[in-house]
């Protein structure tokens, strides 16, 4: 079922269920508690099996070890129209105007607000010892408890209903609107773990965000307060009773952990069977309203919960609603890993590590396993059958860059040259040499790790070995002791067997009335003049091997000689668009340096002989024809740099029609929108690889101009898009020329190959990115920049074995910016598992997330969007119901348990599915979709981590002297106080949102202006001002938009402002106009699907 469709109006599950006779739940302290209300997801009322997750929020990631999972419990709050009811400003991050909050104090590391729980090792445990039988029974004297809860079976099956009425698990009902109330005496009870002396929780002026669920896409008629049972072991709202083996933050009201005493079952005593053989128990984390510390809230409010101590003296509360605190939190992730595993280097030597977060920085020590910002895994514990890689659904994929940029601090990788002989390889399966090679018969001969062939060390390289059986020079030569290096190619390795010459860099640029008369070809003719000196050059080179050539054009072509002999650059006009072909060749690719002068005349001229062009129409696949054409005849590789402004209509081959229907959305002929018009570009494109043609497509349309078509050649070459809609120079000139540059200037590998090769067991079956395949194992890259990347997924044809582990060894040929023949290596070993434990324990989201979007925005090409949606939604499902019943321990089936490493899939799945691509707002156009839809293919992990859930950064809340980036908080509007400014970003969009109750001192020192209402929205600049706040935040958006691969254009948006719409667009947590679910709302939904896949 699709998370976003509209609620039906009948609930599904209106009928009441019976109480348990003579069971009043707890409240928090003593208080007698209600019978509870039918929860809005009807399925979420009965035993669900369950599933695993990242590493425990305020905890580091253990190692891998051999006991069970970490897992954490979130008690799901169901789906409510959550952020409906505030105007902006009434909700706050920190205390509400007329309740005073309190925050656990900094020392309590009870990481996420879901606190998780840990599992081994016990080393880790931040948290306490889990109570004595004596603190139980001290818990248990101030609970009523009467009766023995029956178990009960679980409807199953049951769908997103209409408004359910829901208890409050903090702050008081509103009596009317869309919130349902209870009788004052009643709180439904939550679970509870270990309570302190006369702690109450935290109290919220804001209207209750977990009362009342009104599915996503439409409000719903408001139900009555419903009074029901329980189903056994299970709170309000699938909020069950914690069980005894649970170390857990505590939610408000239920048993405690600790033994079992007299008095109601809670769920069955923890036993072994579900477990797999030898697997101690998992300790679950119940995740209930309360949170620890949260990264970005400096002062701690009065009356906040802190745990670990007995519990005081009953204290009367308010009826309690769910925080969406009680649910996973990025932030707190994040924050969590960049503390615990920042500040130490990440050492490569061991086998199946997982490597910190993409968002911790840290740095990397290359001792035989390649660096994770080569590659990164979905997980490093793979499963050693089929079978069980079926049974769990986790897809086993690398992302791979393999010219990743690194950090001053690391070494770029060693060039090794082997001379004529080249570099040694497998006789069988031609796996270059690397440290998981093993010499044999006194160093005479190796074994390949890959395919286990014997293969004998050429005279040469011979070397003996020490008594461990290693090669003595092994630390010598970087093949045998580094995961990543570089081989220099011999002829062998050349096209035609000839070594290349260096590559050119060709400039083609639209000169019709549009790219004129936005003043376009001026800006970009005055760059280049300055530009071409900082060309990319090889080591410490005094100026750059690249050639350069210039073309303009309309309806037809013109070539300039600019050889450095004329006194004046010639023009030469070539109309026949049908049969291009390059009218010089001499004078056409020129040396920078030599032709300074004729080139810089050149540019002068160009943008006055077309100043007055009526010119409108113009062509697009003739001149990508013309530049490969003039790469084949001078016999080298290069780039292709195209500025183009509108739709190809003139009559020329690949002329295109405007084909834009918005009324195709939703129906199963949405799919043509991403699939290019014509066959044309795809054979042009491969024609360019064969060339080694690369094409990055500059392109500034004021309407339609079809991307989808257009962006299919530098899409196959290994090319980059970008996008100006309605560019104007006072407003795009910084971005696009900072885009242009960072383009030009960066390290290109040409006329490139690569191949991933595995042990045997596992095989590359499927890739992902900006390429093009001939065959089924070779990827072809005719450019491949140090930003893009190319992600591998893997599947069994044999069974691996826990002993050996799995290899990967990605091989890059390509041609570098000096005309050298280089092999890239990157070499990964990965652990292998015949526990499910394992496997769910070494899980990256991050590059399962970008794995997801990756696959599910290829399939849009192919299957209808909704389609695509239910496809993903189901194998999240899978992934987490296979873990839970695998291996979570025995749990009340109203607690929704995920895998530590992976407590963030649903959150941040949830961003891909309310994504452009897969759900438009009214506002998206279909070239929108078609640019994300290719950018996101060949993205990295880091840049899919902020794409999908952006940075929300308070810019008030930290001192000005800091010089660190400021905490991020969570992107939801709640998140948001009136009285702050904010800084959004995600990795293509900045904006700085100015709340309506900013102070005036604020507003002065940062846009020179008195008062709030005198900002202008839609600012695109920060005035440059001599003050410690101005400095600071311009300081942070020059940082953040160093760290981005593209430059991100600044928007000012007003609280309250027009443009506060877009920026809502990106609090990704919240429900989104065009339907998206909010993250409470998806992950009452996740449970659900779980639950009937478990039943």
């Not at 104090?105 to 840990?118: D, E, K, R, T, Y």
């Not at 080298?636 to 190809?648: N, Y």
């Not at 691996?800 to 290596?825: H, N, P, V």
């Amino acid at each position: 079922m699709n998370v976003n469709q509209s609620a039906p109006p009948v609930p599904p599950f209106g009928q009441n269920q019976p109480i348990y006779p003579g069971y009043h739940q707890s409240s928090y302290g003593g208080q007698s508690g209600p019978a509870v209300p039918a929860t809005p997801y009807g399925a979420y009322n009965g035993p669900v099996p369950g599933y695993q997750q990242t590493p425990p929020q305020g905890v580091p990631r253990a190692p891998p070890s051999s006991g069970a999972p970490p897992a954490s419990t979130v008690q799901a709050p169901c789906g409510q129209n959550t952020y409906g009811q505030f105007g902006q400003g009434d909700i706050q991050n920190g205390p509400s105007s007329s309740a005073q909050l309190q925050r656990l104090p900094g020392s309590q590391q009870f990481g996420s607000p879901l606190a998780p729980v840990v599992s081994q090792p016990p080393v880790l445990q931040p948290y306490g010892p889990p109570p004595t039988s004596t603190q139980v029974t001290a818990q248990l004297a101030g609970m009523q408890i009467t009766g023995a809860v029956p178990q009960a079976p679980t409807p199953s099956g049951l769908g997103y209903g209409p408004p359910t009425s829901l208890a409050s698990a903090s702050g008081s009902f509103l009596n009317s609107g869309p919130y349902g109330s209870y009788p004052q005496s009643q709180a439904p009870p939550l679970s509870q773990a270990q309570g302190h002396p006369g702690v109450q929780p935290p109290l919220r002026s804001a209207p209750p965000l977990a009362s009342s669920f009104t599915s996503p896409a439409s409000g719903g008629p408001r139900m009555p307060s419903m009074t029901g049972p329980l189903p056994p072991g299970q709170g309000f709202g699938s909020l069950p009773v914690n069980q005894a083996n649970h170390v857990s933050s505590p939610p408000a009201h239920a048993l405690p952990p600790g033994p079992q005493l007299p008095g109601p079952p809670a769920p069955p005593p923890p036993m072994h069977s579900p477990q797999q053989p030898g697997y101690q128990l998992q300790q679950n984390g119940s995740f209930g309203p309360a949170r620890g510390p949260q990264p970005n809230y400096e002062s701690s409010y009065p009356g906040a919960p802190t745990f670990g101590s007995q519990p005081g003296p009953p204290q009367p509360l308010p009826p309690k609603r769910l925080d969406p605190d009680a649910i996973p939190s990025p932030i707190q992730v994040i924050e969590d890993d960049r503390n615990n595993r920042g500040s130490e280097p990440f050492v490569t030597g061991v086998r199946g590590q997982v490597p910190p977060l993409v968002t911790t920085n840290f740095l990397v020590k290359d001792q035989g396993n390649a660096s994770p910002r080569y590659i990164r895994c979905t997980s490093y514990n793979i499963p050693c059958t089929s079978d069980m890689a079926k049974q769990a659904q986790v897809p086993l994929a690398a992302v791979i860059k393999p010219l990743a940029r690194l950090p001053p601090e690391e070494a770029s990788p060693y060039v090794v040259d082997h001379g004529e002989s080249g570099p040694l390889r497998c006789n069988r399966c031609k796996a270059y040499m690397c440290p998981l090679m093993t010499f044999i018969e006194g160093g005479r001969r190796f074994q390949c790790s890959f395919c286990s062939c014997i293969n004998d060390v050429p005279p040469q390289y011979f070397q003996h070995l020490d008594h461990t059986g290693k090669r003595v020079d092994a630390y010598d030569r970087p093949e045998l002791s580094l995961g990543s290096y570089e081989f220099l190619a011999t002829v062998d390795y050349c096209k035609n067997n000839k070594f290349p010459s260096p590559p050119a860099f060709i400039f083609m640029i639209d000169v019709s009335y549009n790219a004129i008369r936005t003043g376009l070809v001026r800006l970009l003719c005055e760059e280049l003049k300055s530009l071409l000196d900082y060309l990319p050059r090889e080591g410490g080179a005094e100026e750059s091997a690249i050639r350069v050539g210039f073309v303009t054009y309309n309806k037809v072509l013109h070539f300039y000689n600019v050889k450095s002999t004329l006194a004046q650059p010639q023009m030469m006009v070539v109309s026949d668009v049908a049969d291009m072909f390059v009218p010089l060749l001499d004078g056409f690719l020129v040396n920078v340096s030599e032709s300074r002068a004729v080139i810089t005349s050149l540019l002068d001229q160009i943008p006055e002989m077309f100043a007055d062009t009526r010119e409108t129409e113009t062509v697009f696949a003739p001149v990508i024809q013309a530049g490969m054409e003039a790469l084949k005849a001078a016999e080298c590789a290069g780039k292709l740099f195209l500025f183009h402004t509108s739709l190809p209509i003139a009559e020329a081959p690949g002329k295109l029609k405007n084909r834009d229907d918005r009324k195709l959305i939703n129906t199963d002929k949405e799919k043509t929108l991403f699939q290019p018009q014509m066959g044309a570009y795809q054979t042009l494109a491969k024609e360019c690889v064969a060339q080694g043609c690369c094409v990055d497509l500059f392109l500034f349309p004021n309407q339609y101009v079809d991307v989808a078509t257009l962006s299919v050649v530098p899409q196959l070459t290994g090319g980059s898009v970008y996008k100006y809609a309605c560019f104007q120079v006072e407003n795009d000139q910084e971005r696009f020329l900072s885009d242009l540059r960072r383009d030009v200037q960066k390290e290109v590998g040409f006329d490139a190959v690569m191949r991933v090769r595995t042990s045997t067991g596992i095989r590359a079956v499927d890739f992902f990115g900006a390429f093009y395949m001939s065959n089924t194992t070779d990827v072809e890259l005719a450019g491949l920049d140090g930003d893009k990347t190319v992600t591998v997924e893997f599947k069994h044809d044999d069974r691996l074995s826990e002993e050996s582990g799995a290899l990967l060894q990605c091989a890059l040929l390509y041609t570098s910016c000096a005309g050298q023949r280089r092999l890239r290596i990157h070499n990964l070993a990965l652990n292998c598992c015949t526990q499910l434990a394992d496997l769910y324990r070494n899980c990256e989201t991050d590059t399962l997330i970008n794995y997801m979007a990756k696959f599910a925005y290829r399939g849009v090409l192919n299957s209808p969007v909704k389609t695509v949606r239910d496809t993903l939604i189901t194998q999240c499902a899978q992934i987490l119901a296979c873990y839970r019943k695998n291996c979570a321990s025995p749990s009340s089936a109203g607690q929704l348990i995920l895998p530590e490493c992976m407590k963030l899939l649903p959150v941040y799945l949830n961003c891909v599915l309310k994504s452009d691509v897969l759900q438009p707002g009214a506002e998206v156009t279909t070239d929108d979709r078609a640019y994300v839809r290719q950018l996101v293919s060949s993205m990295d992990v880091a840049e899919t981590n902020v794409f999908f859930y952006p940075r929300l950064l308070p810019l008030t809340k930290s001192p000005l002297d800091s010089t660190t980036e400021p905490p991020a908080v969570r992107a939801s509007e709640e998140r948001l106080s009136s009285g702050d400014i904010y800084l959004l970003e995600n990795g293509l969009n900045l904006f700085v949102w100015v709340g309506a109750s900013v102070q005036q001192g604020v507003v002065q020192s940062l846009f020179n202006v008195s008062s709030f209402s005198q900002i202008t929205s839609g600012l695109s600049v920060l005035p440059v001002l001599d003050n410690p706040l101005s400095k600071k935040v311009r300081g942070l958006i020059d940082s953040l938009r160093a760290q981005r691969m593209r430059y991100m254009k600044l928007i000012v948006v007003k609280q309250e402002d027009k443009l506060e719409m877009l920026f809502k667009h990106f609090l990704v947590e919240d429900k989104s106009l065009s339907g998206g679910a909010s993250y409470v709302d998806f992950l009452c939904h996740m449970h659900k699907e779980i639950r009937q896949l478990l039943s």
